[in-house]
Structure formats: C-alpha cells, structure tokens
C-alpha cells in the first residue's frame, strides 16, 4: 500500500527511497553506530531505576512523618522534615533530567537511521542532540550525588536501607 502511493506520487521518490534502504551493509553501519547510544540508554534506565527506589522511599518517609507530627511537633521531627523534602526536590529533578536524557538519546539513535536514507546532511543535528543528552545526564547524576549527599548528612539513619 505504501509502496503503490509513493509509486504514485513520483516514481522517483519510491525507487530513491527503496534504494537507499536495499544497502543491508548501510543499516547494518546505522545499527552499529546506534550500538552505544542503546547503551547508555540501557544504562540510564537502570541509573533511574534507583533514583525512582529512594525517590518512593523519601515520599514514603514523609508520609510517616507528617502523620506523626500531627501528634508530635518536636523540632527534630521537623528538621528531618525538611531535610526529606529537599531530597525529595533533588531527586526530582534528578529524575526530570534523566528522563530528558533518554529521549534525547532515542532522538540521537533516530536521527542516526533518519540520516543513512535522506539527502540532507544532518550530522551537526545530530551531534548537538549528543550534546544535550550529556548535558541532562551530567545534571541529573550531579542532582542524584547532591541526594546522596543529603541523604548520607542526616543525624540518624535515613535511606533506603533503613527499615523506618
């Protein structure tokens, strides 16, 4: 069906289109470019899946807390309060930047293939969507350090690991 419409709309377009994506040494060139994008990809994924652990854990944690400062307004419950809030704000945004490095990097990993069957030349397109997933990764792992940092700070035992 679609090759009847291109077909149709020009000859050209269609025969361009279908020899550009014969070549199976081409896309297998454009797979193996995309090789270490998927990677880091992967990579990230699982870099987010911790951060997501102690994001629910400190949102857990505040929970607890604010249901017992209903009964108990101490000045340490309060600080530690506040001290969970700022975590849970880094990972936050840990989490919103690394979540922008994955989809720049699927951006990245579709413009490799978009760039083997078109005309233009879009390397630099493609070299600054690189730069702006290193970019969102570096923000988000120094966030996820600040976390941890915060996290390893506190008075008494506040992490994941801690059964409270």
Same mark, same amino acid.
């Given at each position: 069906?679609?090759?009847?419409?291109?077909?149709?709309?020009?000859?050209?377009?269609?025969?361009?289109?279908?020899?550009?994506?014969?070549?199976?040494?081409?896309?297998?060139?454009?797979?193996?470019?995309?090789?270490?994008?998927?990677?880091?990809?992967?990579?990230?994924g699982?870099?987010?899946?911790?951060? *997501?652990?102690?994001?629910?854990?400190?949102?857990?944690?505040?929970?607890?807390?604010?249901?017992? *400062?209903?009964?108990?307004r101490?000045?340490?419950?309060?600080?530690e #309060?506040?001290? #969970?809030?700022?975590?849970?704000?880094?990972a936050?945004?840990?989490m919103?930047?690394?979540?922008?490095?994955?989809l720049?990097?699927?951006?990245? +990993?579709?413009l490799?293939?978009?760039?083997?069957? +078109?005309?233009?030349?879009?390397?630099?397109?493609?070299?600054?969507?690189?730069?702006?997933? *290193?970019?969102?990764?570096?923000?988000?792992?120094?966030?996820?350090a600040?976390?941890?940092?915060?996290?390893?700070?506190?008075?008494?035992?506040?992490?994941?690991?801690?059964?409270?």
């Amino acid at each position: 069906m679609l090759w009847d419409m291109l077909a149709a709309t020009g000859g050209n377009i269609a025969s361009d289109l279908l020899e550009r994506t014969s070549s199976t040494l081409r896309v297998q060139e454009i797979v193996r470019l995309s090789l270490a994008p998927a990677f880091l990809l992967a990579a990230i994924g699982a870099v987010m899946n911790v951060m *997501m652990a102690r994001l629910i854990w400190v949102a857990n944690r505040i929970e607890r807390l604010e249901e017992r *400062m209903e009964e108990n307004r101490g000045s340490s419950v309060r600080r530690e #309060l506040g001290r #969970l809030k700022r975590r849970r704000k880094l990972a936050q945004r840990a989490m919103i930047f690394s979540t922008a490095a994955a989809l720049t990097i699927c951006v990245v +990993i579709a413009l490799l293939f978009v760039s083997a069957f +078109i005309t233009p030349q879009i390397g630099t397109v493609t070299a600054i969507a690189w730069i702006a997933t *290193m970019g969102f990764l570096i923000a988000g792992l120094i966030l996820f350090a600040t976390e941890t940092i915060v996290a390893a700070s506190g008075q008494r035992g506040d992490g994941p690991d801690e059964g409270s």
